[in-house]
């Protein structure tokens, strides 16, 4: 119950200067592929998700504004699949090959 506490805390009480869960450094050592959905809404700032893009080494950034017409959501969401589809995890048998 303290770590959901602490959670909820970090995420909706206290106004982090970057993004709610993580700072600039865990972003910037962060290995893991990152897709960056671009949006303008007070909950996700352009700039910050534009930080986040710059600062993850291994960061794609889909197009802006994604969600404006049928078009653009079909774009990202391909853009989606495709980087899921690259690094979906693979098995012991599967890395072997």
Partial sequence: MQMISDFLNNMYTKRADFVF???RDFVRNCQTPV??????IPAHPYATAMETALLA????????PWNEN???I???LRHIR???ATNAP???AEAAE
């Avoid at 897709?35 to 303008?40: A, E, I, K």
């Avoid at 080494?57 to 802006?64: D, E, F, G, R, T």
């Fill in 57 to 64: 080494p291994n960061a794609q950034v889909s197009l802006y």
């Fill in 21 to 23: 869960t993580v700072d």
């Fill in 74 to 76: 079909a774009l990202a």
């Fill in 35 to 40: 897709l960056v959905l671009p949006d303008d």
């Fill in 70 to 72: 049928d078009r653009k």
């Fill in 82 to 84: 495709d980087i899921l």
């Fill in 90 to 92: 693979t098995t012991p």
